[in-house]
């Protein structure tokens, strides 16, 4: 459905600022922790006989030339050297050479088994020896392997379950559904059960980390020394780093019964050290936050490999900038309505609106089985925060019918007649508006797209409407502002905040991929905002205004005065007449 992909943007969308700022975190990290250690670097580090153990040099050094070997099995640890074991061999790489001779790429066909069609794994071990030298025992030119790693091809990825969808009306069954249980029927595996499959990553990067730098003992990186390997005399072996960093789920090839080869492009580069550390830091930290977050870190990846560096430092600034507007605008919204004691000139009907349209987007999320918690959780603190204003704005008192509570709201006083009055007004055309928009989309829902329920298709019909014409419920504020011919109360703070931020999404509109409808649907509320930006310049605000409690009056200073001379006045002459009171009182 449309809502369904513009709710998975929109969702995608939110948590690429927080991965931005993630981004330069690391960066931060790596390089705060670049020349730092576990251990303090003035206490030598000793052996059992007492004596000062040397640094940690490298086992390999530049310049030595290496021949590499690329076994593939189907078990995690390579038990023969059997020439059909044998995928790839690369003769004389020169280790510390950024030659372009040292970059060999080669492309393979790779049958698939039995195993490997039943959910099995598929490994790759690749051998370092001197050049000239093979790791086979039997071969004549066999010598000791200088090192090596292991890596697997596959990635398991978890598959969702997908539910059945029905035209309501015709009784039509969605089209992908049909797809999988003909293919489950042909296969005999349950397609319609949540299972963890193999998905063919297509791509070996094998590149060796070109280092040959001397760390004191203890003093290596935290970040560098959980990849290393030691020999007994407590030098370092080269570090293999397995490049699957730009593998995206868009390159990855499911396995099922019906594949009967794979293709593999293998590739040898070098990489330098600092590229290395970053980009592992990166492809951690990403996997930490997928796991602990539920969030989809691949679209980060898109857009460093879609836009220029100084596109992305600028975007790495811009997200900072916007995450500090965010918390502001949150504060001062806050503070505003805590400190509230008058609604006058403010869109009560519009709170209650704001309610009644997070509460739908939380039961959307929650019929979407594919909304993580996180978001969840954001959206119903969204509720509750929409919920505590309107106690702030009415007053809100709870009646028992039984065991049933029956809130009922009564505006309070402060909601002046004028306000009200304007309020009421602009509502009523805005609710004939939006009950034509709602009918309409969700006929157009009922004909042409398909649903779980009935229940599913009146939450997505409303969800849909609130996604797409949510932005009408500022517009009646804009009406009460026309009529009052005054903008002082409202939070300008908060608005500004808010405004400066949706600018930024409009930036980001363009570096996200989304389909292009949605991208427009992101600049409805400029307009808005502008509009507000109007009437804050045609109606100004008096700069002598009071400010009592969070609330500013329009009153002006000199008026004030005038008004409290009278009242002394008032005051003087009720003092005067006290004695002639009280004397008659005597008297009588």
């Known amino acids: 459905m449309a809502e369904n992909e513009e709710q998975g943007q929109q969702r995608r969308g939110n948590g690429v600022w927080f991965q931005l700022i993630l981004m330069g975190l690391v960066y931060y990290y790596f390089f705060s922790s670049r020349g730092g250690s576990t251990v303090n670097q003035d206490t030598p580090i000793v052996g059992g006989d007492g004596q000062k153990l040397p640094p940690h040099r490298p086992a390999v050094m530049f310049d030595r030339y290496l021949d590499i070997w690329v076994y593939r099995t189907e078990t995690e640890k390579l038990e023969s050297f059997d020439e059909r074991n044998l995928l790839w061999t690369v003769k004389r790489i020169q280790f510390g050479s950024w ?108 590149s060796l980390v070109q280092d040959n730098a001397a760390y004191p003992r203890g003093g290596i990186p935290d970040p560098i020394k959980k990849h290393m390997q030691f020999d007994k005399a407590g030098n370092y072996l080269p570090v293999v780093y397995f490049n699957d960093f730009w593998v995206l789920s868009e390159d990855l090839t499911e396995i099922n019964e019906t594949v009967t080869s794979l293709s593999l492009d293998v590739t040898y580069e070098p990489i330098s050290l600092m590229k290395w550390s970053f980009m592992s830091q990166m492809d951690e930290s990403f996997s930490v936050q997928s796991e602990m977050m539920d969030s989809d870190p691949e679209d980060v990846k898109r857009i460093l490999m879609d836009n220029h560096p100084y596109v992305l430092a600028g975007t790495m600034v811009i997200s900072l900038l916007h995450t500090v507007l965010d918390v502001l605008a949150f504060k001062n919204e806050i503070s505003f309505w805590k400190n509230r004691k008058s609604m006058e000139g403010l869109s009560v009907r519009s709170i209650y609106i704001n309610v009644a349209c997070n509460i739908i987007v939380l039961l959307y999320l929650l019929d979407n089985d594919e909304t993580s918690y996180l978001i969840l959780f954001s959206c119903f603190l969204g509720v509750l925060i929409e919920a505590w204003k309107l106690t702030k704005a009415v007053k809100v008192t709870i009646t028992w019918n039984g065991m049933i509570p029956i809130p009922k709201f009564t505006d309070k006083q402060s909601y002046t007649s004028k306000t009200k009055e304007h309020d009421l007004y602009i509502m009523k055309y805005l609710y004939y508006l939006l009950f034509s928009l709602v009918i309409g989309y969700a006929i157009y829902s009922l004909m042409y797209e398909n649903h779980k329920s009935w229940y599913s298709w009146i939450i997505s019909s409303l969800a849909g409407c609130v996604y797409t014409f949510g932005f009408v419920m500022m517009t009646p504020q804009l009406f009460i502002n026309y009529k009052l011919k005054s903008v002082a109360h409202l939070p300008w703070r908060t608005f500004v905040y808010k405004a400066v931020n949706t600018f930024i999404d409009d930036l980001f509109a363009f570096l996200i991929r989304m389909p292009t409808m949605h991208r427009l649907r992101v600049f409805r509320d400029d307009l808005v905002f502008i509009i507000y930006l109007y009437q804050r310049w045609i109606y100004p605000v008096d700069p002598n205004r009071l400010e009592v409690g969070g609330e500013f009056t329009d009153v ?25 009171k009280d004397g008659k009182e005597k008297q009588e």
Not at 557 to 580: D, F
């Open 556 to 580: 002006n200073v000199a008026e004030l005065e005038e008004i409290k001379k009278e009242l002394e006045e008032k005051e003087k002459k009720n003092n005067g007449n006290q004695p002639e």
């Open 99 to 206: 030659d372009e001779r040292n970059t060999k790429k080669q492309s393979f066909q790779i049958s698939t088994t039995e195993s490997i069609r039943k959910n099995g794994t598929v490994y790759a071990h690749v051998y370092f020896t001197d050049a000239g030298k093979s790791p086979n025992p039997s071969d004549v030119s066999y010598a000791p392997p200088l090192f090596s790693r292991s890596h697997s091809l596959v990635r398991y990825v978890k598959r969702h379950v997908i539910k059945e969808k029905k035209n309501l009306l015709s009784g039509k069954i969605d089209e992908e559904y049909l797809q999988r249980k003909k293919l489950e029927e042909e296969t005999g595996l349950s397609l319609f059960e949540e299972h963890i499959l193999s998905h063919w990553k297509g791509n070996l990067t094998i």
